[in-house]
């Protein structure tokens, strides 16, 4: 429990300092948005091993190209963030909801690390959004999304949401099946004190969209959940 509470205060900690580093690096030093994702990318990792967990990615050779890419896998737990964030080895940005934009600070460095944000809101805003983030990426910015819009509330995987699916048609990029398996046992939904454990990442082949219109966002979806399903079990 005390390495627990220890985690959580370290991570607020690292979070402020985090994103003060990344504003100082863009108004004063000038750095591109790719570059200052190391200040994260560090904040990620810190965390992991403060709080005993190692991080594992397979499935690194499915991928030949640099993309863009919108790797889209299963939500079992808030650990997967920090996991992904300290080891994921791409260039990429967050999909987050418009709300964590306006933190103050936290907020503002989001936006100008360039990570997007999408309006859950309000259904004319929340394709608006959608349409640009759209754009972000056809231009060249991979992201990541979990389409269950949740996480899981026993380590099950919940069923694909289609609209997650819209994005990634209108984008016209590849998706990437992410499968993410141990990080329930490290801080179940619920729970805000992560237990030492270990998080496999597995990626899978990509799934070409340019076959499928808004009409087949529910096929895609489908399509997306069982190459994700089979990953988590391989």
């Known amino acids: 429990m005390l390495r627990g509470i220890f985690v959580v205060l370290l991570a607020v900690v690292l979070t402020g300092l985090v994103s003060l580093a990344t504003l100082m690096a863009i108004f004063l030093f000038r750095w591109p948005a790719a570059r200052v ?10 965390i992991c091993r403060a709080a ?7 499935g690194l ?3 030949n190209g640099q993309g863009p890419y919108i790797f889209a896998g299963n939500h079992q737990s808030q650990f997967d963030i920090f996991a992904i964030q300290g080891h994921f080895p791409f260039d990429f940005r967050w999909l987050a909801k418009k709300e964590l934009f306006e933190i103050p600070v936290f907020g503002h460095a ?3 690390a360039e990570n997007i944000p999408v309006d859950r809101a309000h ?8 349409d640009a983030a759209a754009q972000r990426i056809s231009d060249g910015a991979s992201v990541i999304i979990f389409p269950e819009g949740t996480r899981s509330q026993d380590g099950s995987m919940l069923p694909f949401k289609a609209g997650a699916m819209v994005l990634a048609i209108k984008a016209r990029v590849p998706v990437v ?38 009409k087949q966002k529910h096929e895609l979806a489908e399509a997306l959940q069982e190459k994700v399903s089979a990953l988590m079990a391989g």
């Open 37 to 46: 994702h190391i200040f994260p990318r560090w904040w990620g990792r810190v």
């Open 61 to 63: 050779d499915n991928l």
């Open 123 to 130: 259904s004319r805003q929340a394709v608006k959004s959608l």
């Open 177 to 214: 099946p992410v499968a993410i398996t141990g990080s329930f046992a490290v801080m179940p939904k619920g729970c805000f004190l992560p237990r030492p454990g270990r998080i496999r990442i597995r990626l899978g082949e990509p799934i070409a969209t340019s076959g499928y219109d808004l």
């Open 52 to 58: 005993g967990v190692k991080v594992e990615i397979a």
């Open 110 to 112: 989001m936006h100008r």
